[in-house]
Each structure stands twice: as structure tokens, then as C-alpha cells.
């Protein structure tokens, strides 16, 4: 999109050897943040070309240069080094190699949060949990995360200097993408029997055509009973592609517009019915329609081998280190096997499942992480620093654990009256969660559209965000999305002194619109909002396209955001 990422080779250079100065720039590529690339395959790095553009704008990181584990077959380990334009091309290709490696590891919510409390766990955070009583453990100066369902979770930093009252810097994205969900009862066989096939159910608005013909897996948690009979969930992914939902061949039906039946054609298809599937978990033979249940002993449900094809029930076990009859239930989502990548001719995008919205879920974590890295970062702090990555937002957030809850208005209210250091014990002022309330502001980071080159109709003329421009804000007079004046200003101030750029759109008005969380938290909350997110094409598909630099841009503003907001605060009121 951006001309300088195409136009930053010598001209004159022959193909061949601006390929080499592409590889040898990636010699001098730094580690990963965190370290996660030493442990990122090769294949899901992409093409290793490096763009040796200069458009950028941003500090590189303070992490330590380094080391090289790219080995695309395509690479001469030989070549000579080229350090030339290597700092901040490094920079902002770490970020996005970084985001790739949270975004394969993280097929469901439950998985993005346990990536993002990994990372959490790493920087100093410490785990709490909502049902104990915070108030000896939550100390100012601290680091804290906390989880709900697995599937939320809220982590923050309290300044040394606060007082009950003072204001928050939020920040809240979502873990959820459009999914495919294996039904209670999944067990279904196609054509007398001869295929194998699993129910799914539709989880939010998907563009469910995308998923046809892809090399699907299941991943999710399972209820397991473990040592000592106790419950516990477990966080499943199988890596094999195990099921596919085909398309029909052009020969048999020419239809112009593809269409389908979202019951009866979005049916994955797991295998053939041989012999061999048919056994149950101990390899025996089992007859048909013969119930697992032992003689004598009630069950208000059906086995779960009953329910689910059992080598399904199989992989899963497997992955929960567990035998199969120790499985009570599931919640298993399908997924795309096909790892997230870098792509394009400088590798100026990634292709990936769920940049809606693990994309702003991991530059909050980072963001986050990076503004609290130096030891003595809250020191002059007097307000909470917090991130808030919530479930269910493709479904409406309605959920005990969504965005519409009362997660983060209750995890705000105990921190409103946490003690100001060196004061009695004496309960704070009641109307302490209140003042927190309208002296802080909430940032609703979820992706936005970049303009489509094939479909430019659909964008408003003079807002059409592109990628690797930085983060768009998104304004809506209907109140769709909740940015006003305030929170535009604010966020300027704060982009202003990171050095990141911004874009602004609004839609059509003869064009729907979407929504966010940030209308609902908006009015929940009373604080000042502003709704934005990366720009990125396909929305929804199963394998969208966003910009590799603004993984970078993202989280620089939510570091900065962080760092700033108390400063800022008093300077941007409006009563
Ligand atoms: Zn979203």
C-alpha cells in the first residue's frame, strides 16, 4: 500500500543480488521480544525477505540485538553480512514475527489467554484470583493478572503514588474470532454411514465460505476428571489437520454466486467409516448402538464416546494427557492448521487466522508489558495501568465473561478503594470508584477495514485507512463506535510523543456499520472512549490480512497510552 515499501532498493540492482541484500538483512534481525522466536518453525516465518525500506518512523526496542534462526530453504547461511538500514527494519519485522508465534499458538480464547498470561508471567505479573480478597496481596508498585472462564483476562499495574480515586488508563480488545463449535451430540455419519462427520454449530458472523476446503484441527478445553477425582480444565490443540468441509466441483453445480446451507453443507467431514474408526477407545470391536454405560449405573447423559465419534474423543484425551473415560466435556472449536505468516514482496502483510482481534490482544499485552519493563516505571505513577482482553465479543458480549459483564466494572470498583500508601486502614471515600470512573479512559482496541483496492466503491471518500499507516481511529455519529473529541485529542497527544501515525474513518452512510465493546463499557463506565484498531482487509475470513508494521505502531501508542495518560489526564476534561 505504502510506496515506500516497494521502492527502497537501489534501482539498478539486479534481481538476484537485491534478493541477497534482503537475506543478509535478515542476519541481523533481533531476538524476539520475550524469546518466543527461538522457538518459532521456520514455516510459519514465511518468505525471508526483509523490506530495506526507510519509511520508519519509531525507536527500535531496547531489546538486546541478535540472533538468526531463520532457515528458509532459499537461504544461503554464507552470505555476508549488509548492516545497512538494518535497526529499525529489525524493529518492526520482531513485532511482527513476535505477533505471529502468539497468534499460532493461540487457535481459541482459552489459548489467548494462556499466551497472553505466559508473556504476563514472564514480565514480573503475579496471578490473583477474583474469589479471594485482594486487599493483602494488591500492593502499590505491584503487577497482577487475573483470569475468568479462561477465557477473560484483566492484567494491571498500580502506581506507587496512587490514591483511592485517581484514574485508570484501560485498555480493553477481545479473544474471540468466528468459529466453528463441535455440538454437544457431534457424532454424525454422512451416506449410509460411510463418512464420518461432526456437527458444528455457527459461532458469530463468520465469512463461512472461507472455510471450505481448508485443512482443519480441533482445539478448545476439556473437563477432565484428574488424580484425586477433582475437575480440572485443560487446554487442547491438535496440530493435525484431522477435518475438512469440501466444496462441491464446479461440474456438478455452475452456480454463479456460491451458496450454501450452513446445517447441511458446513459439515465437516473427520474421515471414512472403516472398521478400524469404528472401535471404541480400547481398540475392540464395538457393536453398533451397544452404550458405554456400565449395567446398573444411572448417567443423566450419554457416554461422551456416544456423543462424539470416539477417535475425536481419542485426540482429545491425548492432548489432555488423560485416559478417555476421565473426559466429562468439551468446548472444541474448529480451526485453520495453516500457520500465520509474513507475505508480500517485502513482507509488508501477514496472512493469519484471527488478527480480529489477537492482534490488538497481543499489542495490549506488549504494550502493556513494555511500559511497565523498568523497574522503577510506576514509581511516580498515581494511577492503574490496565488491560482488559474480553470473550464473547462476536457474539454480542452478553456473557459472564464478556465485555457486557460486570468483569471489568467489578474489578475496577475493588481497585478504586485499594489504600493510599502510609494511610489508615479506614475505609476510602465511598464515592472513590465514582472519581476513578470519570478521571479515567478506555481505549477499544479491535481491528478496523483498510480500504479494498477491488472494492473501493464501499469506502467513504475520504476516510480509507490503509495498512502499515498506524492505528485508525474509528468514528461513528450513531454511536456505533465511541469515540468523541476528548478522546480523539487524547489519543493525538499520546501517538504525538510516541512518534506513531493515525487514521481516521468513518463508514457510509448508505453502508452498515459494526460495532465494538467500547459503546457498552462506554456506557457501563462513564469514562471517556475511544474506539480503534489496525487496519486489515478480509474481516472475519478464516484467513485475514493485515499489515506487518503496524503490529509495531500498536504497540508503541498502547506504551506510550500507558506511560502518559496520568500526565495527560488533567490537561483533557470535560465536565
Ligand atoms: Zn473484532
Redesign the pocket.
Known amino acids: 500500500m505504502d510506496s515506500s515499501f516497494s521502492s527502497s532498493f537501489h534501482p539498478g540492482i539486479p534481481p538476484k543480488l537485491r534478493l541477497l541484500f534482503r537475506l543478509t538483512d535478515s542476519d541481523n534481525w533481533p531476538e524476539h521480544p520475550h524469546g518466543a522466536a527461538t522457538s518459532t518453525p521456520a514455516a510459519e516465518l514465511g518468505p525471508t525477505t526483509t523490506s530495506l525500506h526507510l519509511h520508519l518512523r519509531l525507536p527500535s526496542p531496547q531489546q538486546s540485538p541478535a540472533i538468526v534462526h531463520f532457515n528458509h530453504e532459499q537461504t544461503s547461511p554464507s552470505l555476508p553480512s549488509h548492516p545497512r538500514h538494518s535497526t529499525n527494519m529489525a524493529a518492526s519485522k520482531k513485532y511482527a514475527v513476535d505477533f505471529l508465534s502468539f497468534v499460532n499458538a493461540s487457535p481459541t480464547p482459552f489459548h489467548a489467554v494462556e499466551s497472553a498470561k505466559q508473556r504476563l508471567l514472564k514480565a514480573g505479573f503475579s496471578e490473583i484470583k477474583e474469589r479471594d480478597p485482594w486487599a493483602s496481596t494488591v500492593k502499590k508498585g505491584g503487577r497482577y493478572f487475573l483470569t475468568r472462564n479462561g477465557s477473560s483476562i484483566v492484567a494491571f499495574g498500580v502506581g506507587k503514588k496512587w490514591k483511592p480515586g485517581n484514574g485508570m488508563a484501560l485498555l480493553g480488545a477481545?479473544t474471540d474470532s468466528p468459529a466453528l463449535r463441535i455440538k454437544p451430540i457431534s457424532r454424525k455419519f454422512g451416506e449410509n454411514g460411510s463418512y464420518i462427520q461432526v456437527g458444528v454449530e455457527t459461532y458469530g458472523g463468520g465469512l463461512w465460505h472461507t472455510w471450505f476446503d481448508r485443512d482443519l484441527s480441533i482445539a478448545g478445553r476439556a473437563m477432565v476428571r484428574g488424580e484425586g477425582g477433582q475437575i480440572v480444565s485443560k487446554l487442547i490443540k491438535v496440530d493435525s489437520p484431522i477435518l475438512r468441509i469440501p466444496t462441491l466441483a464446479i461440474h456438478l453445480d455452475r452456480q454463479e454466486n456460491f451458496q450454501f446451507n450452513k446445517e447441511t453443507q458446513l459439515f465437516p467431514i473427520a474421515g471414512l467409516a472403516t472398521a478400524e474408526l469404528n472401535k471404541n477407545p480400547k481398540g475392540e470391536e464395538k457393536p453398533e448402538g451397544e452404550s458405554e454405560t456400565t449395567e446398573g449405573e444411572f448417567k443423566p447423559l450419554a457416554a461422551i464416546t456416544e456423543r462424539h465419534h470416539a477417535p475425536i474423543v481419542e485426540r482429545i484425551a491425548k492432548e489432555a494427557g488423560v485416559e478417555v473415560k476421565d473426559i466429562i466435556d468439551f468446548e472444541i472449536i474448529l480451526y485453520d492448521t495453516q500457520l500465520s505468516v509474513l507475505g508480500g514482496l517485502n513482507d509488508e502483510f501477514i496472512y493469519s487466522a484471527r488478527l480480529?482481534?489477537l492482534m490488538m490482544s497481543y499489542c495490549a499485552t506488549e504494550g502493556i508489558i513494555e511500559s511497565l519493563s523498568s523497574e522503577t516505571a510506576l514509581d511516580d505513577e498515581p494511577g492503574i495501568r490496565l488491560i482488559s482482553l474480553f470473550d464473547h465479543?462476536?457474539i454480542g458480549s452478553q456473557t459472564a465473561q464478556g465485555a457486557d459483564s460486570n468483569l471489568l466494572p467489578a474489578v475496577i470498583r475493588r481497585l478504586s478503594v485499594l489504600p493510599a500508601e502510609g494511610s489508615s486502614p479506614a475505609p476510602p471515600s465511598t464515592s472513590a470508584y465514582e472519581e476513578t470512573l470519570i478521571k479515567s479512559m478506555l481505549w477499544s482496541c479491535?481491528?478496523a477495514h483498510a480500504v479494498h483496492p477491488n472494492y473501493g466503491a464501499k469506502y467513504e471518500s475520504s476516510h480509507r485507512p490503509e495498512m502499515n499507516k498506524g492505528p485508525v481511529i474509528k468514528v461513528n455519529a450513531n454511536a456505533r463506535y465511541a469515540t468523541n473529541s476528548p478522546g480523539i485529542v487524547m489519543t493525538q497527544e499520546v501517538a504525538q510523543k510516541a512518534g506513531v501515525p493515525l487514521q481516521l474513518f468513518v463508514v457510509r452512510n448508505d453502508s452498515s456499520c459494526g460495532s465494538?465493546i467500547g459503546p457498552m463499557l462506554s456506557a457501563a463506565l462513564g469514562a471517556r472512549t475511544v474506539d480503534m484498531g489496525n487496519a486489515q482487509l478480509s474481516m472475519h475470513s478464516i484467513r485475514e490480512t493485515g499489515g506487518s508494521h503496524d503490529v509495531e505502531h500498536a504497540v508503541k501508542l498502547f506504551k506510550s497510552y500507558f506511560e502518559h495518560y496520568s500526565a495527560l489526564e488533567p490537561t483533557i476534561t470535560v465536565d
Open positions: 477481545h480480529d482481534n465479543e462476536e479491535d481491528q465494538t
